[in-house]
């Protein structure tokens, strides 16, 4: 069964940078593309950002856009996610998914918490 963990997060003030990081035990065989989410609380679970390993495409959230970059390693089956300029509306646990058929994201990891104090 393919695991995914992510790790990166922390606490830190306001304009500052983390940069997120997701490794899959394993790419299944139908793996389109990883992806981050995010959830606050009392908010909807939000998309970020998705990185396509066929192309290496990227696609993100309007709220991220200019601030936050996605980035695959096909060999380590790995994903990042650098955050800058972070905002305190940028707290959330964020979650790393895998996508097995267009906009189908089936396998998740138990998120990681990113803090950002103003």
């Known amino acids: 069964q393919v695991q995914l963990v992510e790790s990166g997060g922390g606490l830190v003030q306001a304009g500052a940078s983390l940069r997120l990081t997701c490794a899959a035990s394993?790419?299944?065989?139908?793996?389109?593309?990883m992806g981050w989410f995010r959830q606050a609380p009392e908010k909807d679970h939000e998309f970020v950002a998705a990185f396509r390993w066929s192309d290496g495409d990227q696609y993100y959230a309007d709220s991220v856009k200019g601030r936050f970059t996605i980035d695959g390693d096909n060999a380590k089956n790995t994903v990042y996610l650098q955050m800058n300029s972070l905002k305190p509306e940028d707290t959330a646990v964020y979650y790393c998914?895998?996508?097995?058929?267009?906009?189908?994201?089936?396998?998740w990891g138990r998120g990681t918490q990113v803090t950002v104090s103003s």
């Open positions: 394993e790419r299944p065989f139908k793996s389109v593309a």
């Open positions: 998914a895998i996508e097995r058929r267009p906009g189908g994201y089936d396998i």
